[in-house]
């Protein structure tokens, strides 16, 4: 079965309302219900041109953000012992692409796969914020605004709106992404998730941002859960001021702007995050290490000696025409971990496997493959 034929496929048969759902081969796809015990807000909000901007400012999106499912799949229907963690990229609102991803990594290494959505992003932020008719408006206004705004969308305008007007937000949900995951490992490895043994082991597969998260969880190594444990990183792996995201899905370059510009400021958001006492005491490595990864210029050497300890279980493949992380990027981040490749079609780091009619489908899925049986290879 192509990638596009295993998309239609997959993405018909995914029902997240549904506790559970039965994939082809066998696999089974779970959907299942999370509680964050992290709360926090911006510190002030910026008063913001019209209504319609301070809504999205002001909609916290509490409701769907610490209450929300994630999937876990799995080669059968037994409990399982093996893990393999599925981080995705930012301002993403749905799973679709994921199924394909996460279901390829399932019957390739037969271990689970576990796709957990970054705070404020896919199910856990308002319907509203991925509403070509809602949002279509505000795009019109930030263009009016911003003279020389460049890739506003409707696509990316709530997230540009919320990144510069709340600014800290970004590191915010970035932590709290972070200590849900604590969370969820430690249920993990403790015995006390219902679909896993104790002492599963929990190796990552993440894309983008989503890489960026995975090195902050192994340089900060939360309660010791990931002592170990290996990362795959695809289309991800530099600092973030070496990214661009500037991108009509990801944010415009009035935001990224803002953005980049209030890290260079090294903020003390940590100040204003608050923890259940269990988490508490993570909160300084956590904080350290997710500065570090801000910036090429913040704690060079953990980070470069952190990278060169863990050179063997880390694996990062960035791709030539990828202009939001470009492989220079990751190569100058953590140089003996990771290899550049080019594909033989047109792509974007949004979009690495287009499922576009015009191209040649076998040629995507041939590449599809090629980096899923080297993720496959490695977390094995």
């Known amino acids: 079965m192509l990638l596009h034929e295993l998309h239609n496929v997959l993405t018909n048969l995914f029902e997240p309302s549904h506790t559970f759902m039965y994939f082809p081969n066998g696999v089974t796809c779970y959907s299942l219900d ?3 015990d992290f709360t926090s807000a911006p510190r002030q909000i910026k008063e913001p041109a019209t209504p319609s901007e301070k809504k999205i400012l002001a909609e ?6 610490q209450n929300f499912k994630y999937l876990v799949m799995t080669p059968n229907e037994d409990k399982q012992s093996e893990a393999i963690l599925l981080l995705h990229g930012l301002n993403e609102r749905s799973w679709d692409k994921y199924l394909t991803w996460g279901y390829q990594l399932v019957r390739q290494t037969g271990k689970a796969v576990i796709l957990f959505p970054i705070a404020y992003h896919i199910n856990r932020s308002p319907r509203s914020w991925s509403n ?5 408006s505000l795009v019109q206004h930030r263009k009016e605004n911003h003279q020389a705004i460049e890739k506003s969308s409707f696509a990316n305008v709530a997230l540009s709106l919320r990144m510069e007007y709340t600014t800290e937000m970004f590191a915010i949900s970035g932590i709290q992404t972070y200590f849900d995951i604590v969370k969820l490992a430690s249920l993990i490895k403790t015995g006390n998730h219902w679909l896993f043994h104790k002492n599963t082991s929990i190796n990552i597969f993440a894309y983008s941002i989503g890489g960026l998260l995975a090195q902050i969880l192994l340089l900060a190594n939360p309660a010791s859960l990931f002592s170990g444990q290996k990362a795959f990183l695809f289309c991800a792996g530099a600092t973030f001021d070496k990214m661009n995201g500037v991108s009509k899905a990801i944010m415009d370059s009035a935001a990224f702007k803002k953005l980049i510009n209030y890290f260079n400021g090294t903020p003390n958001i940590q100040n204003d995050i608050s923890l259940p006492l269990q988490f508490a005491s993570l909160l300084p490595d956590a904080w350290e290490s997710f500065l570090t990864m801000i910036s090429s210029k913040n704690n060079t050497q953990k980070r470069e000696q952190g990278f060169s300890a863990m050179k ?5 493949i960035g791709l030539t025409q990828d202009t939001v992380i470009p492989p220079k ?5 953590i140089p003996k971990s990771s290899r550049e490749i080019d594909f033989p079609f047109p792509y974007t780091h949004e979009t690495p496997f287009p499922l576009n009619s015009k191209l040649s489908k076998e040629k995507v899925d041939h590449s599809f493959n090629e980096i899923m049986n080297e993720a496959a290879d490695f977390l094995k």
Not at 329 to 333: H, L, S
């Open 34 to 36: 999370f509680q964050s």
């Open 312 to 316: 063997d279980r880390i694996k990062a």
């Open 329 to 333: 990027a990751i190569k100058q981040t």
């Open 60 to 65: 916290p999106g509490a409701k769907t953000n």
């Open 132 to 136: 070509p008719r809602e949002m279509i």
